[in-house]
Structures are given as structure tokens and as C-alpha cells.
């Protein structure tokens, strides 16, 4: 499902349902489901890394500092699954 909104190019359509928008491929009652991935992300790589999830059709959520406090950080990510 693709939602475009027709006021406003910010996304406002997404959390405001009383926003003008056209929608695609929507049908009452349907759910997006989501399957997640958690991926050390190595500094000196991190466009690099960040890119290839991305094409791939990953959505970066979340980067946090990695574990013990080294210089690595965690990307956690998600894409819909298809399901319905």
C-alpha cells in the first residue's frame, strides 16, 4: 500500500487521517506486517551498510550504541512482509 498525500509533501497523511489524501491499493481492514532485523553497523562502513539494507527494501528504524560501549552501533530495520 502506497499513501500519497495530495496537501502536503511531509508525510502528514501517514499520521493524520483528516488530511486530503489518495490512497493505493488500500482495502478496509487491511494490516501491514513487518519482519525486523538487528545488524551491527562497523563505523568506518556505516554508508556502505546503511545502502545495502536500503536496497534490499529495508526501513532503517533505530541505530543505538553497540554492547560494552565500543565504537560499532546496532541498526534495528524492518520491510513488510507481503502477508496481509
Keep these: 500500500m502506497r499513501i500519497v498525500c495530495t496537501t502536503h509533501a511531509c508525510g502528514l497523511a501517514d499520521r493524520d487521517p483528516g488530511v486530503r489524501r489518495?490512497?493505493?491499493g488500500y482495502?478496509?481492514?487491511m494490516v501491514?506486517?513487518?519482519e525486523?532485523?538487528?545488524v551491527p553497523v562497523l563505523i568506518h562502513a556505516t554508508k556502505?551498510?546503511?545502502d545495502n539494507w536500503g536496497s534490499d527494501g529495508w526501513?532503517?528504524?533505530?541505530?543505538?550504541p553497540g554492547p560494552a560501549g565500543n565504537e560499532?552501533?546496532?541498526a534495528y530495520f524492518k520491510r513488510?512482509?507481503?502477508e496481509k
Design 32 to 34: 501491514t506486517t513487518w
Design 27 to 29: 482495502a478496509p481492514g
Design 80 to 82: 513488510p512482509t507481503g
Design 48 to 50: 556502505a551498510i546503511l
Design 22 to 24: 489518495r490512497v493505493e
Design 72 to 74: 560499532n552501533v546496532v
Design 59 to 64: 526501513e532503517l528504524v533505530q541505530v543505538v
Design 36 to 38: 525486523y532485523a538487528t
